[in-house]
């Protein structure tokens, strides 16, 4: 996997949070990384957008591109559009990302919102450019109720176009999980037909860098270069037998 693209189920889901420790967790098995934003909406010319906050986590050997930036916290074509900047076209996307798979191990093409969010006029998004690429997509999704239904949802959006789910990240474990993202753990899986390949901790972006680099490799799997298992996670966090009540 040279080129992996990362897609949420929906927004403020953990994807950039999953992305760096994807990225660390590369960097720590020795890989040379990239990350591309194509869209960064809802940040100022100056501010520091979602690439930016990869390299802060990940480190500084991770490089870094963003192709267009908007203003505005909308989707790309509503917020290229309002703010009277170009929009992006998938082969845009795909050019960048094959330059940097040039000279990277990986290249990790962070989307705006959820897969089939709109880039262009024209109606295109993440999953054409990952045509265009033939890569991959992990699927980053929430822990708690509404998962299920949006992951499987995602994960046959990418199969009915011929593409390729990677696999499913939760991109903010609780701390305190209640009942339905612990039996969502064992039922994504089956909903979704993938595989969970890690659960990045509640409030992971907090950490300090250092810390977030070493303790990355954790909360991926192999596949991701971690040592995060599912089938140990899944016994830890497995909710109790339901017994029903007696009268």
């Known amino acids: 996997m040279s080129v992996v693209m990362v897609s949420g189920t929906g927004t403020e889901i953990g994807k950039t949070v999953v992305t760096a420790a994807v ?6 098995a020795g890989r040379s990384v990239a990350v591309l934003k194509p869209a960064q909406t809802g940040v100022g010319p100056q501010e520091p957008g979602d690439a930016a906050e990869v ?89 708690g109720l509404g998962t299920l239904n949006s992951t499987t949802l995602t994960a046959e959006a990418l199969r009915a176009r011929g593409l390729t789910p990677l696999g499913v990240v939760v ?16 039922d994504l899986p089956k909903s979704s037909e993938l595989p969970l390949l890690g659960a990045v901790p509640e409030g992971a972006g907090t950490l300090p860098p250092e810390l977030f680099r070493a ?33």
Do not use: K
């Not at 990225?23 to 720590?28: F, G, H, P, S, Y």
């Not at 991109?171 to 993202?181: I, M, Q, R, T, Y």
């Not at 040592?227 to 007696?246: D, G, R």
């Open 55 to 143: 390299v802060r986590l990940a480190g500084s050997s991770v490089t870094a591109m963003e192709l267009a930036r908007y203003p505005e916290p909308l989707a790309p074509d509503t917020a290229a559009r309002r703010s009277g900047l170009p929009t992006l076209a998938p082969a845009q996307i795909a050019e960048a990302a094959r330059r940097l798979a040039g000279d990277h191990d990986l290249v990790l093409v962070e989307g705006a919102g959820g897969l089939l969010v709109q880039f262009d006029e024209a109606g295109h998004t993440l999953a054409d450019a990952a045509r265009l690429l033939g890569a991959p997509t992990l699927i980053v999704a929430p822990a």
């Open 23 to 28: 990225a660390a967790a590369a960097v720590a």
């Open 215 to 247: 303790e990355a490799p954790s909360w991926l799997s192999p596949p991701l270069s971690g040592t995060w298992s599912a089938q140990s996670f899944l016994t830890t966090w497995s909710p109790p037998a339901y017994t029903p009540a007696t009268t």
């Open 171 to 186: 991109g903010s474990w609780p701390h305190s999980p209640d009942l339905a993202a612990r039996c969502n753990l064992a």
